[in-house]
T-cell receptor, first 110, second 114 residues
Framework: GENVEQHPSTLSVQEGDSAVIKCTYSDSASNYFPWYKQELGKRPQLIIDIRSNVGEKKDQRIAVTLNKTAKHFSLHITETQPEDSAVYFC?????????FGKGTRLHILP | NAGVMQNPRHLVRRRGQEARLRCSPMKGHSHVYWYRQLPEEGLKFMVYLQKENIIDESGMPKERFSAEFPKEGPSILRIQQVVRGDSAAYFCASLGGQGAYEQYFGPGTRLTVT
């Protein structure tokens, strides 16, 4: 079955700097890769996603890149702000089943 | 995603009691996923259901746990004879249907077993 690895588990960046979170997946048939943000005590919220026929997608300060050959995808947050502090989960989706990475706790330092 | 409803939001049960968690998907969504999240951990897939059908229950423990999604009414995750290790947040997410990809999560039920 699918296995999703996510790194790093914790990331601290200075406010205004960029943050990058990386994930790898094992099943080459996975075809959809969402990213979720979860604030403390709240539900995961979909922030951006990418399908396997696309290499990059951007939405304001957030971008996701996908390398199908290497089976890895990354989340990039530019100009980080305090409200970006949260846990971020990547996921890989195939055949109606979605497997999540273990999450990255992002701290934005003042 | 505000349309996915879960209740109760918090549930306290003593060991050995039963817990019933309910999830109403977004309007027009006919597919529901249940996940368990332990403190400081990720989301673990439990079960995927369509109306009146269990599609994939490979993530659900074989004993004490069951799930249903009847033709009318919410999806229910039922945990019998709860133990302390069942304490977790349980999230459901709904999906528009086969061919749809985006999952939207409910607010979760936080189960505490005392």
């Amino acid at each position: 079955g699918e296995n999703v690895e996510q790194h790093p588990s914790t990331l601290s960046v200075q406010e205004g700097d960029s943050a990058v979170i990386k994930c790898t997946y094992s099943d080459s048939a996975s075809n959809y890769f969402p990213w979720y943000k979860q604030e403390l005590g709240k539900r995961p919220q979909l922030i951006i996603d990418i399908r396997s026929n696309v290499g990059e997608k951007k939405d304001q300060r957030i971008a996701v890149t996908l390398n199908k050959t290497a089976k890895h995808f990354s989340l990039h947050i530019t100009e980080t702000q305090p409200e970006d502090s949260a846990v971020y989960f990547c996921a890989a989706f195939r055949d109606d089943k979605i497997i999540f990475g273990k999450g990255t706790r992002l701290h934005i330092l003042p | 995603n505000a349309g996915v409803m879960q209740n109760p939001r918090h549930l306290v049960r003593r060991r050995g009691q039963e817990a019933r968690l309910r999830c109403s998907p977004m309007k027009g969504h006919s597919h529901v996923y249940w996940y368990r999240q332990l403190p400081e951990e990720g989301l673990k897939f439990m079960v995927y259901l369509q109306k009146e059908n269990i599609i994939d229950e490979s993530g659900m423990p074989k004993e004490r746990f069951s799930a249903e999604f009847p033709k009318e009414g919410p999806s229910i995750l039922r945990i019998q004879q709860v133990v302390r290790g069942d304490s977790a947040a349980y999230f459901c997410a709904s999906l528009g249907g086969q061919g749809a990809y985006e999952q939207y999560f409910g607010p979760g039920t936080r189960l505490t077993v005392t």
